[in-house]
């Protein structure tokens, strides 16, 4: 079973950077879109960052500027490069292969805080 494994996460001060990743097993990876996700404690899962198969970019109005998202299909990972870091971007974050059926990883825990 394909499965994704989030890494990359930790605790970062204020205006601090962190690159995480996301690594799938299996073969299927490049022709799915891929996005990275955010839920905070109290708080609904949000989409932060999202990237095509061939590499067009979107991202949520909170992290445009700070947050990169990227890809490597041939190590089949994705990477999100959050920089200027804030204490309302602590959460727990999972990427995802949009409409892959793949489930839900076990996310890693970012936190930001002095």
């Known amino acids: 079973q394909v499965q994704l494994v989030e890494s990359g996460g930790g605790l970062v001060q204020p205006g601090g950077s962190l690159r995480l990743s996301c690594a799938a097993s299996g073969s299927i990876f490049s022709t799915y879109a891929a996005g990275w996700y955010r839920q905070a404690p109290g708080k609904q899962r949000e989409l932060v960052a999202a990237i095509t198969s061939g590499g067009i970019t979107n991202y949520a109005d909170s992290v445009k500027g700070r947050f990169t998202i990227s890809r490597d299909n041939a190590k089949k990972t994705v990477y999100l490069q959050m920089n200027s870091l804030k204490p309302e971007d602590t959460a727990v974050y999972y990427c995802?292969?949009?409409?892959?059926?793949?489930?839900w990883g076990q996310g890693t825990q970012v936190t930001v805080s002095s």
């Open positions: 995802k292969l949009m409409n892959s059926g793949i489930p």
